[in-house]
């Protein structure tokens, strides 16, 4: 099998691909090259780099492409909706950057609350200013973050436990055993020193009528997605006062090469500090990163794993549908299986998932999921199949 690399991976990626005994190709190809020669690769793996449209996905499904992945978070970068139509698994490799982000989250707030940026341009400008830049500690205020996921969890960790601080929250999926203290959006924005942005997507999660629901003395932490502030709605917040502060990472409109001029109304306000997409961009991350999503492929193309899939269910439980198991001893020889689906099929039950394991030289062990129940009497067909040894149910 054979991965082309359109972005690159760091050594410890390609290490993992060379276990496996999976062939890794590194060199870029500009859009017409990919759309050419994409056919030949097993799997796609791009960073933020490359775009995959329609046109590679299309281009791959009539050969050999089974998977793209994208090693990182987000994959914007990726038509997702294409790869679904053609039958292509997109995998991402969200955990690698956890920390990452975490830490950066931290250290936004730390520099907002201390200006420790203003007082580093003052003086590599020359001049020294201390009164004018008092701030105030991270330690026994209160943390709001709108987004609980892994980023959001970590952040709260580090939170409580190296500055003791209270961390309140809001998620759709609420996770009880993370520690934080679930509340409304509208009680997280009004109880929060400090409001912290972890929830990805497209949609504005911070806008005019939540600022206003804030403390004027709270901060704004944004290390997910540009888009996900109103930047005109926090620009006229800013500067009229509404809250306190604005430290960010992300913008919804970010320079596409390395020292182009970065233009945003942020630039004029003395209460924002500004990052430049800097999330994930350690060399710890990268790493983790690259491994993360070398598993995660190799783990796909070699045994059917569907782990970090973004459009299609990691597990049968994601789909949300009611699932029977049926557990079938047999003999570890051809034909088996073609026997016990056709009883199955013959009886309008549809399999969901199969998993098969020996259980002892020359038998198995197969857990079929199906989607509907299996009677008594469909149970005595298949214990009359050739080579099956019991069926339970």
């Known amino acids: 099998m054979k991965v082309l690399l359109n972005d690159g991976l760091e050594m410890e990626g390609l290490k993992l691909f060379k276990e496996a005994g999976i062939e890794t190709d590194t060199k870029k190809r500009d859009l017409p090259a990919l759309i050419k020669e994409i056919a030949a690769y097993d799997a796609l793996i791009v960073r933020s780099a490359t775009k995959v449209t329609r046109e590679v996905i299309q281009a791959g499904a009539k050969g050999k492409l089974k998977i793209i992945g994208r090693a990182g978070v987000g ?38 609350s201390r200006n420790t940026p203003q007082a580093h341009h003052a003086l590599k400008s020359g001049v020294w200013i201390k009164k004018k830049l008092e701030g105030k500690e991270l330690a026994y205020k209160t943390l709001g973050l709108l987004g609980c996921g892994r980023i959001g969890q970590k952040v709260a960790q580090i939170a409580k436990r190296g500055f003791d601080m209270e961390v ?19 009680e997280v924005l009004q109880k929060a020193d400090y409001i912290s942005i972890h929830t990805g997507g497209k ?9 206003a629901l804030m403390k004027k003395t709270a901060y704004v932490i944004n290390t997910s997605r540009g888009s996900n502030v109103d930047e005109a709605a926090i620009y006229k917040a800013l500067k009229q006062g509404t809250i306190a502060g604005y430290a960010t990472d992300v913008y919804s409109d ?45 783990s796909y193309l070699l045994g059917g794993d569907f782990t970090n899939a973004v459009n299609a269910g990691e597990s049968i439980e994601v789909e949300e549908k009611p699932v029977y198991t049926l557990f079938i001893h047999h003999r570890d020889v051809p034909g088996v299986f073609a026997n016990i689906d056709k009883v199955l099929a013959d009886n309008n039950i549809n399999i969901r ?15 079929y999921v199906l989607h509907q129940k299996v009677t008594s009497e469909i149970v005595d067909e298949l214990k009359a199949v050739p080579n099956v040894c019991n069926v339970r149910f």
């Open 75 to 112: 994959y914007d970068n990726i038509d997702v909706a294409a790869a679904s139509e053609f039958g292509i698994v997109v995998k991402s490799a969200p955990y690698g950057s956890t920390n990452a982000v975490a830490e950066l989250t931290i250290g936004l707030m730390l520099a907002i």
């Open 168 to 186: 309140i929250g809001y998620d759709i999926k609420p996770c009880f055993e993370s520690g934080i203290k679930f509340l409304t959006k509208q």
């Open 203 to 211: 949609d504005i999660i911070v806008g005019e009528e939540d600022l």
């Open 254 to 298: 970010e320079p596409k090469v390395e020292g182009a001029e970065f233009q945003s109304k942020l630039r004029e306000l003395d209460n924002v500090i500004l990052s430049s997409h800097l999330g994930a961009s350690t060399q710890e991350a990268q790493r983790e990163t690259s491994t993360e999503i070398a598993r995660v492929v190799s």
């Open 353 to 367: 998932a199969n998993y098969s394991r020996q259980i002892s030289n020359g038998y198995a062990i197969s857990v």
